[in-house]
């Protein structure tokens, strides 16, 4: 704990800290994560020094009594919100200290406060502000009238008044002595930290949030409508309404404010001003035959609430919301940004890639296992050239010369119709064992107008890097996604909405936790996945491609030292993670770190064998120990952690790869017919619900009532990105491109649907349906400021 050292002036002897107190953070982070002080002090300590957080989470187990990823990314934001607490702290300290106001009984209650809201509500009195109505009326010599009112229960407000007239300051009559005098009380009731946090806790548990429409924006708001006269309650609002209804505020359709029921808004006194007479009291009299001094001191409390308070309190509470649905959001967006990059890889298997299109037609790629394009070209099977024959035989061809495993068709316009020519191929040509995947092509023309896709392929046309992307993702999408700007994926609710700093910083920590989740094979990835992982960055990862260029494959970690600019700290955090297949030594291929080499090395001492005898082996350890083996340094976890990687080296967590099959003769949403059961992948996870790819074009919402048979509160304890399900169809409507689908798959159509429909569950379907089908998505033309896939379609309306 850092010492506190006394300022002391003539005027006070009270010792404040002048340095943040670390051991009031590590206890207070400690409290809120509910582990012990030593994990979380050793945890801020190596993050302190520069370490990851994937890299504390798998290499440094025992000093952080194995906290987590998730724990960890949670002490990061953490640390940041109390340091700055901290600081805050400090610096109101110094202020009222400077002042010669800081009495014992305020520093107490400052040095108290656990959030930088009670903070300012303690230094309300004392911050320094423009002159203000009762700084005015103060200078008027009105304070000891204001005093004089409130102290005496018999006193009649006017004839107090009658002593302060001053025409030096404009006092010419009582009536404004007396304003002057409200004016005071309510600027002091308004900042008293006490009475804020017993109202703040009162609307925050009654309080409902009113939206309306702006007078005169009828039309134009029309797609708002469902929030043109709208009230739910503060505590329930789920984060995607809230955000709808903020979008509708900032485009000038909607004027939102914070209240009470009507019932509870009609009464008198107000609830919240009858807290404020409560509170002092004061003896306000709120009837009919109330005395002058009740009657004043009632309009006083009125004014504290209506002028002074509730305003604040709407502008405070509205943040709040937009604070906790971007940070939802966020979540939302994240969590399945982490499903997607960690969708099972078909892996190293020759794939072509087609970028469907029917004007500027289809985009063909071939690659190799290795990802390496091998050959490209453009094929036009549909309308204007209608080279149906000439396609079929092309892509026959390219199978055949390239040995094609997989075929992997992009999923915007033209998929269907593309997949139907691929089904006509493997039939004509007997090709039984090639196998046609529908991939999510969200992003890909990012990609292939970005600087990187132009560095890696300098000589291809920028059309045909969108086919060359889709067969690389589905060899290994973690590989190939990282290549794009995570925002550019399209796998959240209202991301344009949301602060976009906090996005990307949560999102490149999903990132980053996946990219070395599964690591990374350091002499086949690119520069972008190198740049992801523990310890890179961009530089460091392409100082290690020109090195490779250059000296040709690493033969062992050892090696990556010589990169430029790859010094021991970086070896440290990064060296687990980078997989060297095939090299000297077995165990660059595992998630071993080389600081941990020497206990492998015991343990083939104790076994008298060689480590190639024993990688991959289940049974080579049977008998020993893990404890037997730990050290100073290394301890039970770690171990614990080199046995199952010599059991099963460098183990991908990633799922086994399956695929879902699309119905044959279901192509569009006008092939679909209530009561049809499907097979189809989840492309999006919201709050409300999930957005199912059943082949059509358009994806389809099943309902957060719908996913299950049990009740759901999280949409994605049932399903994730990239799952197959099979769904049943409850309602299609053409003409809105609106399609409910339902999980439980024994639903009445009819009351099903009505159910899912009713009340302010079917806010989320008219708030978030879509305009448009998924059009134009090939590289010419696909929107990727709004990606196509799921949620592209669903929000197009309110991205308008």
């Given at each position: ?10 005027h ?7 340095e ?8 207070q ?15 801020v ?9 994937p890299?504390?989470?798998?290499y ?32 109101i ?17 400052l ?36 005093n004089a009112?409130?102290?005496d ?7 107090l ?5 001053n ?6 009559d ?28 009162f609307?925050?548990q ?13 039309d ?11 009230s739910?309650?503060?505590?329930s ?22 209240g009470?029921s009507?019932?509870q ?10 807290r ?11 009837g ?8 004043w001191?009632a309009?006083?409390c ?13 502008t405070e509470f ?5 604070q ?11 969590d ?18 087609l970028?469907?299109?029917i ?19 453009t094929?036009y ?11 079929i ?8 010369k390239?040995n ?8 915007g ?11 006509e191929?493997i ?5 039984d ?26 000589d291809l ?12 993702r ?7 996604l990282v ?33 070395n ?8 990835a ?9 310890g ?10 020109a ?17 430029s ?13 980078l997989?060297?297949?095939?090299g ?9 770190h080389?600081e ?5 090395e ?18 080579a ?23 199952n ?18 119905q044959?003769?279901?192509e569009s949403?006008?092939?679909l ?7 189809g992948?989840?492309s999006?996870?919201a ?17 957060i ?11 994605r304890?049932v ?14 409507e ?5 399609i409910?689908?339902?999980?439980r798959?024994?639903?009445d159509?009819?009351s099903?649907?009505?159910?899912a ?9 008219r ?34």
């Open positions: 704990m850092t010492e506190s050292v006394s300022l002391q002036p003539e006070s002897s009270l010792a404040i800290p002048q943040v107190d670390s051991a009031r953070i590590i206890q982070l400690a409290e809120e994560l509910t582990v012990k002080a030593s994990q979380i002090a050793a945890a300590n190596l993050l302190d020094e520069g370490a990851t957080v890299f504390i989470a798998r440094r187990k025992e000093a952080t009594g194995g906290l987590d990823d998730t724990v960890l990314r949670q002490l990061e934001v953490r640390l940041l919100y109390v340091r700055e607490l901290e600081e805050r702290r400090l610096a300290l110094e202020s009222i200290h400077a002042q010669e106001k800081l009495t014992p009984e305020l520093m107490q209650q040095m108290a406060a656990d959030t930088k809201q009670r903070l300012e509500d303690l230094y309300a009195p004392y911050k320094p502000k423009r002159r203000t109505r009762a700084q005015i009326a103060i200078e008027a010599g009105l304070e000891p009238l204001a009112i409130l102290d229960r018999t006193a009649d407000p006017e004839t008044a009658a002593d302060y007239l025409a030096e300051h404009k006092i010419t009582t009536k404004a002595a007396l304003d002057g005098a409200r004016d005071i009380l309510a600027e002091r009731f308004a900042e008293d930290a006490d009475l804020l946090a017993q109202l703040r806790e609307l925050s009654q309080g409902l949030l009113y939206s309306t429409v702006v007078a005169g924006k009828e134009e708001g029309d797609k708002f409508r469902d929030w043109y006269d709208f739910e309650s503060l505590a609002l789920p984060s995607h309404r809230i955000l709808a209804m903020l979008r509708g505020r900032q485009q000038g359709c909607l004027d939102l404010r914070i009470l009507e019932a808004e009609e009464l008198v006194p107000h609830p919240c001003i009858e404020i007479e409560r509170y002092f009291d004061l003896g306000a009299e709120f009919a035959d109330a005395s002058a001094r009740g009657k001191l309009d006083v009125r004014w504290t609430w209506r002028v002074k308070l509730l305003t604040a309190f709407e509205i943040s709040q919301l937009r906790r649905a971007e940070e939802e959001a966020i979540k939302v967006f994240a399945n940004l982490k499903d997607l990059l960690l969708a099972a890889p078909a892996g190293p298997k020759a794939v072509l890639g970028d469907p299109g004007r500027t037609g289809v985009k063909v790629a071939a690659i190799d296992a290795t990802a390496k394009v091998l050959e490209t070209t094929i099977p549909f309308e204007p050239r209608l080279d149906r024959k000439g396609s035989h092309t892509l026959a061809a390219l199978v055949a390239h094609i495993e997989l075929i992997a068709i992009g999923n316009t033209a998929s269907r119709e593309t997949e139907r020519l691929i089904s191929l039939k004509e040509f007997k090709l064992k090639v196998k046609k995947i529908v991939v999510s092509e969200a992003g890909a023309s990012v990609y292939s107008a970005s600087e990187l896709a132009a560095t890696e392929f300098p046309d920028v059309s045909l890097r969108g086919a060359v992307s889709i067969a690389r589905l060899q290994d999408p973690l590989a190939e290549k794009i700007e995570p925002k550019a994926i399209g796998v959240g609710q209202y991301q344009h909405d949301v602060n976009q700093g906090e996005l990307a910083r949560s999102l490149d920590a999903v990132v980053e936790d996946c990219v989740a599964v690591g990374v094979d350091v002499n086949t690119s520069a972008a996945l190198l740049a992801r992982v523990s890179l960055n961009s530089t460091l990862a392409k100082n290690i491609v090195w490779r260029d250059q000296n040709g494959a690493f033969d062992n970690r050892q090696k990556l030292l010589e990169v600019r790859f010094g021991p700290k970086t070896f440290e955090q990064a060296a687990g993670f997989r060297i297949q095939n000297d030594n077995p165990l660059d291929a595992s998630a071993v080389p941990a080499y020497p206990v492998v015991r343990i083939l001492e104790k076994i008298q064998a060689d480590i190639k005898d024993i990688m991959g082996k289940t049974d350890l049977k008998g020993l120990s893990p404890s037997s083996f730990t050290d100073e340094q290394f301890g039970l976890p770690t171990v614990k952690d080199i046995f990687e010599l059991e099963k080296p460098g183990r991908d967590p990633r799922p086994e790869f399956k695929t879902a099959t699309f044959e003769g279901i949403i006008r092939d017919i209530p009561g049809m059961i499907l097979e992948v989840v999006n996870v709050a409300f619900g999930a957005f199912v790819d059943i082949g059509v074009g358009q994806d389809g919402l099943v309902h009532s719908c996913l299950s048979n049990k009740y759901v509160t999280d949409p304890e399903v994730r990105v990239g799952q197959t399900v099979k769904v049943k169809v409850l309602e299609v053409v003409d809105r491109n609106r409910n689908l339902s999980m798959l024994d639903d159509i009819g099903s649907n009505r159910t429909r009713s009340d302010s569950r079917n806010n989320e379907r708030d978030n349906r879509s305009k448009h089908q998924r059009t134009g998505t090939h590289a010419s033309n696909r929107r990727d400021d709004a990606p196509m896939g799921a949620m592209a379609a669903a929000f197009a309306k309110l991205k308008k």
